[in-house]
């Protein structure tokens, strides 16, 4: 007997019934039964809605109530995503560090699964200076400039898809009519965990510092 179930709450209904009433009976256990049915709904219920009230919990609809609470739009269940994943996903963003360089190569690998290239003009690291070892021409290191304060050049990588399932490549030979693999037209909507170029600027935007120019290419 665990709390909450069948057996508790029939026991826990018979127990208030006056002593003249049998310990055990066909007929009376089981009208205790569908009384006590009702109770195991109603306090499975309670525990599904107390679950709810914190995000290491929560779960189905409730984490996306809770991700357009805290995010708005910015970040949504991808399709098939499950509860585990996404809440991972809330959680990394609520506490995400910001403002930093860091920070922005942290939220485009954990977008895209790829690390971005980050050049700031200013920044000696970036582009080498004359006379060490680590620059070269056409070899290490970018142009630095003086004039470009508070600006970087990004480049993001688009995620390496999953495509689409069961669906043959073009020129296949293994796709046939209506039998998987099948061949079909496919367009970017089928794409499991497409993870848009808009994503990609928008988590750009989320984590960047106020004031800040970035000149952004995105490349497959």
Known sequence: MATGDLTDFRARIKSTL????????????ALLSGLAQAWVFIYSLYLYAQMQT??????????????GDFFGTRIARKPNQSDASFRAIIIA?????????????????DLTGRAPILVEP?????????????????????????LLPSQMFLIAFR????????????????????????????????????VTDADILAAIDSVKPVGTVIWTTIKS
């Open 18 to 29: 006056p002593r003249w009433f049998a310990d055990s009976s066909p007929i009376l256990d």
């Open 54 to 67: 914190r995000i290491k919990t929560a779960t189905d609809g409730w984490l996306d109530l809770i991700a």
């Open 93 to 109: 963003n609520l506490f995400r560090e910001r403002a930093t360089r860091r920070a922005l190569i942290q939220v485009l690998t």
């Open 122 to 146: 200013q920044q000696p690291g970036d582009t080498g200076a004359y006379g060490i070892p680590t620059s070269g021409y056409a070899v290490a290191g970018y142009y630095g400039s003086q």
């Open 159 to 194: 995620p390496a898809s999953a495509g689409i399932p069961n669906i043959a490549g073009y020129g296949n030979p293994q796709g046939a009519y209506r039998t998987p693999p099948v061949s079909m037209y496919g367009s970017l909507a089928m794409v499991i965990g497409q």
